[in-house]
C-alpha cells in the first residue's frame, strides 16, 4: 500500500482566472493563508502523505506562479502552462504523456486543506473504483457538486449546472478527486471541465465512488470566503479539523434538535428547536465535528418510508446550510424489535446491533468515514441516549426539555442547548 501511494501523481489546478476572487491580478493559489500560500500548503499536504510526483498546471497568471517557485528552491514540482483556458480537462489529459502514474490526484488549486490525504488515498486505493471523490457538507450546496449514496448505496451525481427544486443531501465535491490512467485516457483531445465530464463518465458506467470526510476542504475563490478561511486558520479551526476524529460531538435528533413527529417526516418539514442554530454554529467554529445518531423504529412500523425520512433529512440540511451552519454526517437505524404494528416492514423487525442504546451506530461512522472515532460526549433527551453513552464509555449530556428531570442516575443536565459549552 505504501508503495502504491508513493506511485500517485498529485495534479493541483492552479490555472483560473479568478474573475470572482479577492485580487483578480493574481493566481488564487498564491493568496496567503498565514504566511504561505494555498499552492504551498497544498504541496506539503502532497509530500506529507508520502507522494513526490506532483505537476501544477499553471494557466492565468502562470509566470506569477513560476516567480514564486523560483524563490522556494527547496520544492521540486513540474509545471505545466495552459495558455488556452479553455477548461481543465485537455491540460490534465496532456499530463499523461509526461508520467507513468497510474493513478491521478486532481486538487483545485484555490481550496484550502486540513486533512490526512494519505487516509484519503488509501480509501481510494482500497476501493474498486475507477473514480473516487472526495465529498463533505459546506454552506453553500446550492452552488456545488453534488454527490452522494441512495440507501440502495448506488452513487449519484447533481452537477451545479442543472437546476432543480429537490433538496439533495449535503454532500458537496470537495475539490479533491483520485482518477484512475485508463478514465483519463478516453477524454483525449476534448476540452471542458473536468470534475463534470469525468464524474458523468464514471457515474454512467458505475465507476464513480465517493470518500466522505469530515476534515476541512474550503474554497477560496471569492473575498468573503478567503477572508472566512483566514480567520479559520486563526483560531485555530482548520488544525483541528484534520483530528476530526478525536473532536467528535454525537447528538440525537428528535427530541434534542427537532420536535419528534412522525407526521413531519412524512411531509420533510423538520421544525427546530430556537436553541439549534446557534449550538451548532458554536461547535462548527470551535472546529467540533457534529454527527447526528438517531433511532428511526417509524420505517419499521411502516410509519414512513426510507424516501421520507431521507427528504426530511435533506431539508434539516438545507436549512442548516442557509443558516450558515452544518453536520458532519448522519446515521439511523431503520429497526425495531417489537411486532405487531399494523403496515410494520417485517424484514426490519429484529433485534440489531445498530439502535440505541446499542452502540453499533458509531461502527457505521467509522465505516463512513474511514477512521476510529473516539467521541467527546453524547448529547440527547432520553434514558436510551445516557445508556448509549454508557455503553459507549463517553461522557453524556442530558438537554432536558421538560419541566422534570426523569433520569435519576448522575449525569450534567440542561434545559437548553445554548447552556452547553465545550
Not at 475563490?221 to 480567520?231: D, F, I, M, S, Y
Request: aromatic letters at 8%.
Amino acid at each position: 500500500m505504501i508503495d502504491a501511494i508513493e506511485e500517485i501523481t498529485v495534479l493541483i489546478l492552479c490555472g483560473g482566472k479568478g474573475t470572482r476572487s479577492a485580487n483578480p491580478e493574481s493566481p488564487k493559489a498564491l493568496a496567503n493563508i498565514g504566511s504561505e500560500p494555498i499552492l504551498k500548503w497544498q504541496i506539503d499536504l502532497a509530500l506529507n502523505s508520502g507522494i513526490k510526483s506532483i505537476w501544477l498546471l499553471a494557466g492565468h497568471k502562470s509566470n506569477d506562479i513560476k516567480y514564486w517557485l523560483e524563490t522556494q528552491p527547496q520544492i521540486q514540482v513540474n509545471i505545466l502552462e495552459d495558455l488556452d483556458l479553455t477548461g481543465t480537462l485537455e491540460p490534465i489529459v496532456s499530463v499523461l504523456a509526461e508520467s507513468n502514474a497510474e493513478i491521478f490526484c486532481i486538487v483545485s488549486g484555490d481550496i484550502m486543506v486540513g486533512a490526512d490525504l494519505r487516509n484519503l488515498a488509501i480509501r481510494h486505493l482500497k476501493s474498486e473504483n475507477q473514480v473516487s471523490v472526495v465529498v463533505h457538507p459546506n454552506l453553500h450546496p446550492e452552488t456545488s457538486d453534488i454527490l452522494f449514496e441512495d440507501h440502495n448505496r448506488r452513487t449519484h451525481f447533481f452537477s451545479k449546472k442543472q437546476k432543480s427544486d429537490k433538496i439533495y443531501p449535503n454532500s458537496s465535491a470537495a475539490g479533491i478527486f483520485f482518477v484512475s490512467r485508463e478514465v483519463l485516457m478516453n477524454f483525449k483531445d476534448i476540452k471542458g471541465n473536468a470534475e463534470e465530464a469525468i464524474f458523468e463518465w464514471a457515474n454512467r458506467r458505475k465507476q464513480l465512488g465517493l470518500i466522505r470526510s469530515a476534515e476541512y476542504f474550503s474554497d477560496t475563490g471569492t473575498p468573503n470566503r478567503l477572508a472566512k478561511v483566514r480567520e479559520d486558520f486563526l483560531s485555530g479551526k482548520i488544525a483541528r479539523k484534520v483530528d476530526w476524529y478525536r473532536n467528535a460531538v454525537l447528538v440525537d435528533l428528535d427530541g434534542t434538535l427537532c420536535l419528534d413527529s412522525n407526521q413531519n417526516k412524512k411531509l420533510g418539514v423538520p421544525e427546530l428547536f430556537p436553541d439549534v442554530l446557534a449550538w451548532i454554529k458554536s461547535l462548527n467554529t470551535k472546529g467540533l465535528s457534529v454527527f447526528l445518531v438517531t433511532n428511526q423504529p417509524g420505517i419499521s412500523k411502516g410509519q414512513f418510508g426510507v424516501h421520507e425520512l431521507t427528504s426530511y433529512l435533506n431539508a434539516f440540511e438545507a436549512i442548516l446550510a442557509r443558516n450558515g451552519v452544518l453536520v458532519d454526517g448522519i446515521v439511523y437505524c431503520p429497526h425495531h424489535p417489537e411486532i405487531g404494528f399494523q403496515g410494520e416492514i417485517t424484514d426490519l423487525k429484529i433485534d440489531c446491533t445498530c439502535r440505541k442504546p446499542k452502540i453499533g451506530m458509531i461502527g457505521q461512522l467509522e465505516v463512513m468515514f474511514g477512521k476510529q472515532i473516539e467521541p467527546i460526549c453524547m448529547v440527547g433527551d432520553s434514558f436510551i441516549d445516557y445508556e448509549f453513552a454508557i455503553n459507549a464509555g463517553i461522557k453524556f449530556i442530558h438537554v432536558n426539555r421538560v419541566d422534570e428531570c426523569l433520569i435519576s442516575a448522575h449525569h450534567e443536565c440542561s434545559k437548553s442547548l445554548s447552556e452547553i459549552n465545550f
